[in-house]
């Protein structure tokens, strides 16, 4: 019965696209495009598609109803086709995809083409009424112009303008983008890599190095920072820099997350069963996963696997993340992090805007202080002066301290001085594959009279 459903619909559908057109928006503007395309070389006419979507859509979708997502998708689509000419054909594909097909008529060339993708920004962005509220959203655009040397149809034009669009989305909100052949070239290039570091994360290629912290008043291992490294088998070592960004953008943060959670967790079990003591070990995580409603369940099951106890494990966040409002989901599942007893370290401290009230009424245990105010703390007054403003207000509020990036001995020593609790750096250790922190570790341990182990403090 299906199938023969299924059938009818088939012949229906290429029957009525035979006398009034194809009833799929998508063929609709694919069919505009080729009709443009035909009529280009004696009319002269460009043909011209644009591609727009809403900037940070997922999280619209996260955090309203599907309601309320079909009333902004109507009103956007309303207010396209209203402002555009009656000739233009606005077409609304999946989601939140609208694309237009700029009228032959218009003889529209590279610089009207700016005034109109402006103009159809401006419209977006005015205010969309939402029950009591007012919601402001932002589109990023893409472009493709046919052009005159290239014998492309409706589709790949369609195509570049979806490549156009993505590299406009790339690089921030409400971006323009014309579309190139390098940029086809770099998004290639981008999914390639992505499709890379999924299997990398999932064959241990990308994996957790650690970078020892210090307690500069009892000068012992007070923990290791985890941090993803990916051992390319042709590149090398790659950085964070490279990857998070391209798994950030395409939402595939909780599977580096998880990695590095169960690379960490696992590091400190096999340091325990081989009697060297690591009291805890710090864990990044970025906005996306600290969104994630079962975090906190997956953190439990990873202790009890690994037979540790909450407070053996740090959380670090940005400051950021903490300039956000109470009923946050993520400070939410901060809150419940703390709960269960695991300890929450706030990121490069001094260069977000957490206000010092927000810090205080939330769960931080400790503020590690960023390395632009650590930097040559030992010679420079300035930097002094910041360092020792952030000491005295973290001492008001009972929070513990680090100071990141410590480069040189007189740094730590500084530090010490001033009342700062720990210190991590490449004056101390530099982040080590796993089997190296070990040695590491155990040179550390060993007593003084045997060790090479430096003296920070006096
Ligand atoms: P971060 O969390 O602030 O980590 C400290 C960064 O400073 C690390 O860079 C570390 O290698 C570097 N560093 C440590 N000591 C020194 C020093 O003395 N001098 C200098 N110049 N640099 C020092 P890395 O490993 O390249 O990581 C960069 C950022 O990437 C991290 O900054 C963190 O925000 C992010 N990241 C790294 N691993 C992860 C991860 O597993 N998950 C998430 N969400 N983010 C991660
Ligand atoms: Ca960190
Ligand atoms: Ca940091």
């Given amino acids: 019965m299906r199938s023969f459903l ?8 290429a029957v009525l696209n035979v006398f009034v057109g194809p009833t799929d928006p998508r063929e609709q503007i694919i069919d505009a495009l080729d009709d443009t395309l035909k009529r280009r070389y004696y009319d002269c006419y460009n043909a011209i598609v644009i591609v727009a979507e809403i900037d940070n859509f997922h ?6 109803n599907g309601k309320d997502i079909r009333h902004v998708l109507r009103v956007l689509e309303d207010r396209l086709k209203g402002d555009l000419l009656i000739r233009d054909v606005v077409r609304r594909l999946d989601g939140d995809q609208f694309v237009c097909v700029v009228s032959p008529l218009r003889g529209l060339v590279r610089a009207g083409l700016l005034d109109l993708t402006m103009m159809i920004q401006d419209k977006a962005a005015e205010p969309i009424p939402l029950g009591d509220e007012e919601l402001q959203i932002s589109l990023s655009l893409g472009c493709a112009i046919s052009s005159p040397e290239q014998q492309e149809d409706g589709e790949e034009l369609l195509e570049s303008a979806r490549v156009a ?10 971006m323009i983008r014309v579309y190139s052949t390098e940029m086809k070239e770099r998004i290639d290039a981008r999914r390639s890599l992505l499709a890379e570091a999924l299997r990398a994360i999932k064959t241990g290629e990308i994996h957790a190095y650690f970078q020892p912290q210090l307690c500069l008043s009892t000068n012992e291992v007070s923990g290791v920072e985890a941090l993803a490294r990916w051992n390319h088998k042709i590149r090398g070592v790659i950085s964070p820099a490279e990857f998070l960004p391209i798994l950030e953008e395409a939402g595939m943060m909780r599977q580096l997350g998880l990695a590095m959670l169960r690379d960490s967790l696992r590091a400190l079990r096999k340091w325990d069963d081989a009697n060297v003591h690591v ?3 710090s864990v990044n995580m970025s906005a996306f996963e600290l969104r ?4 906190v369940d997956i953190i439990r099951l990873e202790l009890d696997a690994f037979d540790l106890t909450p407070d053996r494990l740090v959380i670090e966040i940005l400051e950021t993340v903490v300039a956000r409002g109470a009923d946050d989901p993520i400070i939410r599942n901060l809150h419940a992090i703390s709960d269960v007893g695991c300890n929450i370290d706030l990121d490069d401290f001094g260069t977000g805007h957490a206000a010092i009230t927000t810090i205080q009424n939330f769960s931080v245990n400790r503020i590690k202080i960023d390395r632009s105010f650590v930097s040559h703390v030992d010679v420079d007054e300035s930097q002094q002066q910041m360092v020792n403003t952030i000491l005295m207000v973290a001492k008001g509020l009972s929070i513990e ?8 001995t007189s740094e730590i020593q500084h530090m010490a001085k001033n009342g700062c609790g720990h210190a991590q750096g490449f004056a101390i250790a530099r982040p ?17 009279v045997f ?5 920070y403090l006096q």
């Fill in 59 to 64: 999280d619209l979708r996260r955090t309203r």
């Fill in 292 to 295: 994630d409603p079962n975090l």
């Fill in 165 to 174: 669009q993505i590299e406009a989305a790339n690089q921030g909100v409400s």
């Fill in 279 to 281: 009291p805890r070990v």
């Fill in 6 to 13: 299924h059938h009818l619909w088939t012949r229906i559908t």
């Fill in 401 to 408: 301290t680090l100071a990141e990036g410590v480069e040189t």
């Fill in 432 to 448: 080590l594959p796993p089997a190296e922190t070990l040695t590491w570790l155990r040179d550390y341990n060993l007593p003084q």
């Fill in 451 to 455: 060790a090479q182990r430096p003296r």
